[in-house]
């Protein structure tokens, strides 16, 4: 079963930067690409950005163009999410996905999660 593992939320003011890590399990090689997606209570969970293990394609959402770039390390099976210039309403929890397809993205649905880590962007 695949497993991922999320971590580097926390407490950052406004302006700053946080990375966001997502260890993938073994049995993840199946996998053709992973993303992030966040939620807020009361709201839909909305996607972030994804990237291609292979190819390396990226896409990202409107509001985080500019500010957060998503990479892998394909030796070590991690995902990460590096957020700049963060605002308050980035404040969520975000979640790692996992899915057998690019093309999928940015649909919801599909794939397997990770438990999640919290993001707080306060003064």
């Known amino acids: 079963q695949v497993q991922l593992v999320e971590s580097g939320g926390g407490l950052v003011p406004p302006g700053g930067s946080l990375r966001l890590s997502c260890v993938a399990s073994?049995?993840?090689?199946?996998?053709?690409?992973m993303g992030w997606f966040r939620q807020t209570p009361g709201k839909e969970r909305e996607f972030v950005a994804a990237i291609n293990w292979n190819a390396g394609r990226t896409m990202y959402a409107d509001s985080v163009k500019g500010r957060f770039t998503i990479s892998r390390n394909n030796q070590k099976m991690t995902l990460y999410l590096q957020m700049d210039n963060l605002k308050p309403e980035d404040s969520a929890v975000y979640y790692c996905?996992?899915?057998?397809?690019?093309?999928?993205?940015?649909?919801?649905?599909?794939?397997?999660w990770g438990q999640g880590t919290q993001v707080t962007v306060s003064s």
């Open positions: 996905n996992g899915r057998q397809s690019f093309n999928n993205f940015p649909g919801l649905g599909v794939g397997y």
């Open positions: 073994e049995r993840s090689f199946g996998l053709d690409a």
